[in-house]
């Protein structure tokens, strides 16, 4: 190909690495033909059906991205899945590039006996329902009285500030009645939150647990211990957060949120349904057995077994996964190239990180077409 | 002749450079350049220039990623900055504490440097659902409109 040319560009996955890397590519090359392809009929992946829909400032970002499509010229093929619909090899053959940015949409497991029982849900199975995704009907869901949530992330503290959010309010902002009333359904009295990490490493962003003192008639405690001031600047904060949340929360409420730090999730026992969740301190070996009604499990996502397009199949001599190169003409970029760590913005960070390479690439005649 | 308008957006998710494309683009008969924070060389500062701020908040009232190196230079160089006249505007949600501090801590820096701002402090709430564009743009016609 010659430096006068531009490269036909073919993105798999609009979430938001899909997405951005469309913006960087179009800015270095405004006559390129560039299509990004879903399996879904509508665009935006994680935007849409991850990040919590009382968000509507970070779920913004899709304004931008909208622009790619009715004025910058990027195409949107929905209802495609590469790996199924239309194989990789094909869309290689028509397409000088082609960045794989399909996400990592299966929830991690547990690993621990028991998991398996009816009543224990993966966070991104509930997101999505909130969300809408197509895939996803409240089939089989039963909450109660009592929710353990495994995991102290962001997508746990999202998990609890929508079940203790009032219905309507929901409906408020576009979850579906039905859903919202499941979710945040009035019976509910007790969220227990368990990590495995210590308060000095949970995984929680502070502003997302300062969020979570706005949620009227809710007692929040914790088990951290109190540190002084010889403690990390960081922890420090996380530290003074969850304890400010605990301390302005009432005394007594009609529900309450446990914060558990430190407890390795053991077993999970029950008949049919879940009934309670074992721990395991991590430093004494204490165990711990919290009554569940259900279980969130929220501690990561990782490739589906049934994903069409798996990375890992790909890895050709040339593959470089610290800047997305794959193989010839083949890229990798977001969550599928560094794993399921990181928001929005970090994906914005790889998408021009991986743009990059591309670009490079392109200025040094390394893309073509690969022969089918 | 009126001065050249250097937008200058400091960025996290991108919405701080979406907008200030969209004010360049609404820029008539004047010069106008837009210029992400990371790639600015603070020496570059000129009271020949007419500087448009746009800055987003990133986590707990701190600066998005994209205005970190800039904030660095100007508190490491400490340049003078007298003659330097600018506008702000700063993006943030008010759901989160410390709502649209990221902008707020660039401009004290550039007024302790001897800059001088001028105009409405501009600001635009992400918790409505919108994106700065057009409230920024409509910010700006009118700055400019006497600067």
Redesign the interface.
């Given at each position: 190909m010659g430096q006068n040319q531009v490269p036909t560009v073919a993105i798999v996955g609009s979430g938001p690495s899909g997405c951005?890397t469309a913006?960087f590519l179009r800015k270095r090359f405004p006559d390129a033909q560039i299509t990004i392809f879903d399996r879904l009929p509508m665009p935006y992946g994680l935007v849409r059906f991850g990040v919590a829909p009382d968000?509507?400032?970070?779920?913004?970002?899709t304004?931008?991205f909208d622009?790619l499509f009715e004025r910058d010229g990027v195409k949107f093929v929905g209802s495609i899945e590469v790996g199924k619909d239309k194989s990789l090899e094909e869309l290689r053959a028509e397409f000088d590039v082609v960045v794989l940015a399909t996400g990592l949409s299966a929830d991690r497991q547990l690993g621990i006996p028991g998991e398996e029982k009816n009543g224990v849900y993966g966070s991104g199975r509930i997101t999505r329902l909130i969300n809408g995704h197509p895939d996803e009907s409240l089939e089989g869901i039963q909450l109660g009285e009592r929710v353990v949530i495994v995991g102290q992330g962001n997508v746990a503290m999202d998990l609890i500030r929508l079940s203790l959010t009032h219905p309507e309010e929901l409906a408020g902002v576009g979850v579906d009645r039905e859903v919202a009333d499941l979710i945040a359904h009035s019976m509910l009295k007790q969220i227990d939150v368990v990590g495995r990490s210590e308060i000095s490493d949970a995984k929680f962003?502070?502003?997302m647990v300062?969020?979570l003192g706005k949620i009227a008639d809710v007692r929040f405690t914790s088990d951290a211990p109190i540190l002084g001031e010889e403690g990390d600047p960081e922890t420090q904060?996380r530290i003074d957060a969850i304890n400010t949340l605990v301390d302005n929360s009432p005394v007594t409420a009609g529900r309450v949120v446990n914060f558990h730090f430190g407890w390795v999730p053991s077993e999970i026992n029950g008949e049919q349904h879940v009934s309670e969740a074992i721990f395991t301190a991590k430093h004494t070996g204490e165990r711990k057995a919290l009554p569940a009604d259900a279980i969130y499990t929220a501690i990561g996502f990782t490739e589906a077994e049934a994903a069409a397009v798996k990375r890992d199949a790909h890895i050709s001599e040339i593959t470089d996964l610290e800047t997305g190169r794959l193989a010839q003409g083949l890229y990798c970029v977001g969550w599928l190239r560094r794993g399921p760590r990181g928001t929005?913005?970090a994906n914005?960070?790889d998408a021009k990180m991986v743009s990059e390479a591309i670009i490079e690439d392109f200025e040094n005649n390394q893309l073509e077409k690969v022969t089918v | 002749m009126s001065k050249k308008v250097v937008i200058l957006f400091g960025t996290e998710s991108g919405n701080a450079e979406f907008a200030a494309e969209d004010i360049a683009a609404e820029i008539d008969g004047r010069d106008s350049e837009v210029v992400d924070m990371t790639d600015f060389d603070i020496a570059d500062f000129t009271s020949d220039n007419f500087y448009i701020i746009i800055c987003s908040t990133h986590g707990e009232g701190d600066l998005p990623s994209g205005a970190v190196p800039f904030y660095g230079a100007l508190e490491a160089d400490t340049p003078d900055l007298s003659g330097v006249e600018f506008g702000i505007f700063g993006l943030g949600d008010s759901s989160y504490e410390n709502y649209s501090k990221g902008s707020e801590r660039i401009d004290e820096k550039l007024r302790d440097l001897g800059a001088k701002r001028v105009g409405d402090y501009g600001r635009h709430d992400a918790d409505t659902g919108t994106l700065p564009n057009a409230s920024a743009v409509a910010w700006s016609q009118e700055l400019l409109a006497s600067h």
């Amino acid at each position: 190909m010659g430096q006068n040319q531009v490269p036909t560009v073919a993105i798999v996955g609009s979430g938001p690495s899909g997405c951005y890397t469309a913006q960087f590519l179009r800015k270095r090359f405004p006559d390129a033909q560039i299509t990004i392809f879903d399996r879904l009929p509508m665009p935006y992946g994680l935007v849409r059906f991850g990040v919590a829909p009382d968000h509507a400032g970070t779920k913004a970002v899709t304004q931008q991205f909208d622009r790619l499509f009715e004025r910058d010229g990027v195409k949107f093929v929905g209802s495609i899945e590469v790996g199924k619909d239309k194989s990789l090899e094909e869309l290689r053959a028509e397409f000088d590039v082609v960045v794989l940015a399909t996400g990592l949409s299966a929830d991690r497991q547990l690993g621990i006996p028991g998991e398996e029982k009816n009543g224990v849900y993966g966070s991104g199975r509930i997101t999505r329902l909130i969300n809408g995704h197509p895939d996803e009907s409240l089939e089989g869901i039963q909450l109660g009285e009592r929710v353990v949530i495994v995991g102290q992330g962001n997508v746990a503290m999202d998990l609890i500030r929508l079940s203790l959010t009032h219905p309507e309010e929901l409906a408020g902002v576009g979850v579906d009645r039905e859903v919202a009333d499941l979710i945040a359904h009035s019976m509910l009295k007790q969220i227990d939150v368990v990590g495995r990490s210590e308060i000095s490493d949970a995984k929680f962003d502070v502003a997302m647990v300062k969020e979570l003192g706005k949620i009227a008639d809710v007692r929040f405690t914790s088990d951290a211990p109190i540190l002084g001031e010889e403690g990390d600047p960081e922890t420090q904060k996380r530290i003074d957060a969850i304890n400010t949340l605990v301390d302005n929360s009432p005394v007594t409420a009609g529900r309450v949120v446990n914060f558990h730090f430190g407890w390795v999730p053991s077993e999970i026992n029950g008949e049919q349904h879940v009934s309670e969740a074992i721990f395991t301190a991590k430093h004494t070996g204490e165990r711990k057995a919290l009554p569940a009604d259900a279980i969130y499990t929220a501690i990561g996502f990782t490739e589906a077994e049934a994903a069409a397009v798996k990375r890992d199949a790909h890895i050709s001599e040339i593959t470089d996964l610290e800047t997305g190169r794959l193989a010839q003409g083949l890229y990798c970029v977001g969550w599928l190239r560094r794993g399921p760590r990181g928001t929005i913005p970090a994906n914005r960070a790889d998408a021009k990180m991986v743009s990059e390479a591309i670009i490079e690439d392109f200025e040094n005649n390394q893309l073509e077409k690969v022969t089918v | 002749m009126s001065k050249k308008v250097v937008i200058l957006f400091g960025t996290e998710s991108g919405n701080a450079e979406f907008a200030a494309e969209d004010i360049a683009a609404e820029i008539d008969g004047r010069d106008s350049e837009v210029v992400d924070m990371t790639d600015f060389d603070i020496a570059d500062f000129t009271s020949d220039n007419f500087y448009i701020i746009i800055c987003s908040t990133h986590g707990e009232g701190d600066l998005p990623s994209g205005a970190v190196p800039f904030y660095g230079a100007l508190e490491a160089d400490t340049p003078d900055l007298s003659g330097v006249e600018f506008g702000i505007f700063g993006l943030g949600d008010s759901s989160y504490e410390n709502y649209s501090k990221g902008s707020e801590r660039i401009d004290e820096k550039l007024r302790d440097l001897g800059a001088k701002r001028v105009g409405d402090y501009g600001r635009h709430d992400a918790d409505t659902g919108t994106l700065p564009n057009a409230s920024a743009v409509a910010w700006s016609q009118e700055l400019l409109a006497s600067h």
